[in-house]
T-cell receptor, first 116, second 116 residues
Framework: DTGVSQNPRHKITKRGQNVTFRCDPI?????LYWYRQTLGQGPEFLTY????????KSRLLSDRFSAERPKGSFSTLEIQRTEQGDSAMYLC??????????????FGDGTRLSIL | GNSVTQMEGPVTLSEEAFLTINCTYT??????LFWYVQYPGEGLQLLLK?????DKGSNKGFEATYRKETTSFHLEKGSVQVSDSAVYFC???????????????FGQGTILTVHP
């Protein structure tokens, strides 16, 4: 079963450094999503792609965050000039895309980011 | 915008007790509704879903009915097991039209602990 794969599982970095995470979705899924989850909270939407097009980005997302999905397969999420508040679990999910949003999203195990 | 409210946790039950976790939502139109579960040390997994009013989603003995008149999607199980101990998230997708159909909006999660 080739589910959603995220790398790395853990990332520890110093404040001010740049970090990049990778997500490999389920191969036949054309939609890919990024979420952020902090302790005791539900995941919070960051952005999503349909194929290679980035269709929506959260208004709460700082300009320091950028995501790409260049060939419509894997995706990367980059955080520039990291801050303490960026410490969280970053989740990737994928799904088949259709208008109503009724297709379930399949989640990876996440990348836990810790800022020193 | 869309929002999801879950009952305050944590919930502690004895094995074979009846479980209810309340979930209410705010959304325009007709969103799809989901329950996700996160077992200790694992990623988010879809538990069940319902895509239109009066639909009942069910899986592993859990059930939830899409009630549009009360904007609710309460999770129930008749007899819980120790292995059901996990964090449960209610979520919705769609309902607002346009590009909002892609993302999930989650509740804050409810921690369930089941004792033998």
């Amino acid at each position: 079963d080739t589910g959603v794969s995220q790398n790395p599982r853990h990332k520890i970095t110093k404040r001010g450094q740049n970090v990049t995470f990778r997500c490999d979705p389920i191969s036949e899924h054309n939609r890919l999503y990024w979420y952020r989850q902090t302790l005791g909270q539900g995941p919070e939407f960051l952005t999503y792609f349909q194929n290679e097009a980035q269709l929506e980005k959260s208004r709460l997302l700082s300009d320091r965050f950028s995501a790409e999905r260049p060939k419509g397969s894997f995706s990367t999420l980059e955080i520039q000039r990291t801050e303490q508040g960026d410490s969280a679990m970053y989740l990737c999910a994928s799904s088949l895309g259709e208008a109503k949003g009724s297709q379930p999203q399949h989640f990876g195990d996440g990348t836990r980011l810790s800022i020193l | 915008g869309n929002s999801v409210t879950q009952m305050e946790g944590p919930v502690t039950l004895s094995e074979e007790a009846f479980l209810t976790i309340n979930c209410t939502y705010t959304a325009t139109g007709y969103p799809s509704l989901f329950w996700y579960v996160q077992y200790p040390g694992e990623g988010l997994q879809l538990l069940l879903k319902a895509t239109k009013a009066d639909d009942k989603g069910s899986n592993k003995g859990f059930e939830a009915t899409y009630r549009k008149e009360t904007t609710s999607f309460h999770l129930e199980k008749g007899s819980v097991q120790v292995s059901d101990s996990a964090v449960y998230f209610c979520a919705l997708s769609g309902g607002a039209g346009g590009t909002s159909y892609g993302k999930l909006t989650f509740g804050q999660g409810t921690i369930l602990t089941v004792h033998p």
